[in-house]
């Protein structure tokens, strides 16, 4: 295994940091990463890309985000079917969510610390504490080398495959988000299996079929209504406690140290949930995600 920048040479030959290395068969498999919108002003101040919205300490007072895709939660939930997107509009406008769909942002500013001010098309002006920019995702193949090969791609950037993840470079073949076919990580799991089956063997057997991969939309957090406590944020870092009771009374356990975000606060609850006892010596009890 080598790390390091590579980029392709050709069909059979691939450089990575100055080292050249032979090979029979690629497999590009180099994923996405959040696409940052044109937009004025934006890149002036801390906004939060999906990548890293999960490491913050501290519950936001408030949230701006740009995108009605499934990171984000023109139509919500634009790839799902149109009941299921106007059930989702409902409950958000129910549980007290703002929707502007269809809006533009033209215009960000960052005013003062721990505000970001986005400016919309039709003259509207809202500000909150951050911001998401969840617009979508895009390939990374930047400095791959892609055209050496002859490896093709959409409109869009994303390599392009036949159903035996082949691309249109004899030899190469790519697999997962990059191929823009599917963009889950199950999906990615059995395009990774076919293209390296295919890569190593003569006939090419396997195909990917996308009718046949089942997905779901989360519009919660992915650990609602499992058995892990509730955490609760202070000075000393995070705690744990039974649903529904008052953190300031309630027996707790220390989580984690100051500055643990709350997804890996989450993260060491569900892990450590089963061997776990509060401070009382009872197990923590089922809740809903609070956070």
């Given amino acids: 295994m080598l790390e390091g920048r590579a980029r392709i040479r050709s069909e059979r030959r691939v450089e990575v940091d100055g080292t050249a290395i032979g090979a029979g068969r690629l497999i590009v498999a180099t994923g996405t990463k ?30 701006l985000v740009l995108g009605g895709g499934p990171i984000g939660c023109a139509r919500l939930l634009g790839k799902e079917e149109p009941a299921a997107s106007e059930v989702i509009a409902q409950v958000f406008k129910r549980d007290g969510i ?27 002006i ?16 930047e400095g791959l080398g892609l055209e050496s090969a002859g490896v093709g791609r959409d409109e869009r950037g994303f390599i392009r495959t036949d159903e035996r ?19 889950f990580t199950h999906a990615a799991d059995e395009m990774g299996r076919i293209a390296a089956g295919n890569a190593l063997r003569w006939p090419m057997r396997r195909r990917f079929r996308a009718e046949w991969t089942p997905w779901v939309t989360f519009t919660r957090d992915i650990g609602e209504d499992t058995t892990v406590p509730e955490l609760t944020a202070s000075a000393d870092g995070l705690h744990w406690h039974p649903a529904g009771a ?3 009374t309630s027996p707790h356990m220390h989580l984690a140290g100051p500055g643990t975000s709350l ?26 995600c609070a956070i």
């Fill in 34 to 63: 959040p696409v940052v919108p044109p937009i004025e002003g934006l890149a002036d101040g801390p906004f939060l890309p999906s990548e890293t919205v999960w490491d913050l300490t501290r519950v936001p007072a408030s949230l």
């Fill in 263 to 288: 997804r890996e606060g989450k993260r060491l609850a569900r892990e450590r949930f089963f061997t776990a006892r509060l401070a009382d010596g009872t197990l923590p009890q089922p809740y809903r």
């Fill in 98 to 124: 703002e929707l502007r769909l269809g809006a533009k942002a033209v215009r960000v500013r960052y005013p003062a610390p721990d505000t970001v001010r986005v400016e919309l098309d039709d003259g509207s």
């Fill in 246 to 248: 008052d953190a300031a």
């Fill in 165 to 183: 993840m082949a691309t249109s470079a004899r030899g190469v073949f790519a697999a997962g988000d990059v191929t823009g076919r599917l963009l």
């Fill in 126 to 141: 809202l500000d909150a504490q951050h911001l998401l920019v969840a617009v979508g995702p895009t390939p990374v193949t």
